[in-house]
């Protein structure tokens, strides 16, 4: 099983990226998916969770809700995280991990596998 985050990069306050994480090994489908964040001096805090199972519940940490948005591409066992309105607050290294559950979690230590991290630096 293997996480390949991309698309980080530096943008200006106000933009836009979308951040990329493919997963090699299994399907998405039957696991749990997370996007988290760890900015400098910082712990590592979800950002946006959701589960595949019954319900597909999704958790989106406050200072993203309505701005940062998580999709599925089934057929390319690929995950994104659409981020707009970014703010310097949002500068961070955004990792993608998966849990082998059908629950949602937002636990960093819930999380079995992890993508390598993809930096993104918000200029004001």
């Known amino acids: 099983v293997q996480l390949q985050a991309s698309g980080g990069g530096l943008v200006q306050a106000g933009g836009s990226l979308r951040l990329s994480c493919a997963a090699s090994?299994?399907?998405?489908?039957?696991?749990?998916i997370g996007w988290f964040r760890r900015a400098p001096g910082k712990e590592r805090e979800p950002v946006s969770c959701?589960?595949?199972?019954?319900?597909?519940?999704?958790y989106y940490e406050d200072s993203v809700q309505g701005r940062f948005t998580t999709s599925r591409d089934g057929a390319k066992s690929t995950v994104y995280l659409q981020m707009n309105s970014l703010k310097p607050e949002d500068t961070a290294v955004y990792y993608c991990?998966?849990?082998?559950?059908?629950?949602?979690?937002?636990?960093?230590?819930?999380?079995?596998?992890w993508g390598q991290g993809t930096l993104v630096t918000v200029s004001s």
């Open positions: 991990a998966a849990d082998d559950s059908t629950l949602i979690h937002t636990t960093p230590s819930s999380y079995d596998y």
């Open positions: 090994g299994f399907a998405l489908d039957g696991y749990a």
């Open positions: 959701y589960s595949t199972g019954d319900g597909s519940a999704e």
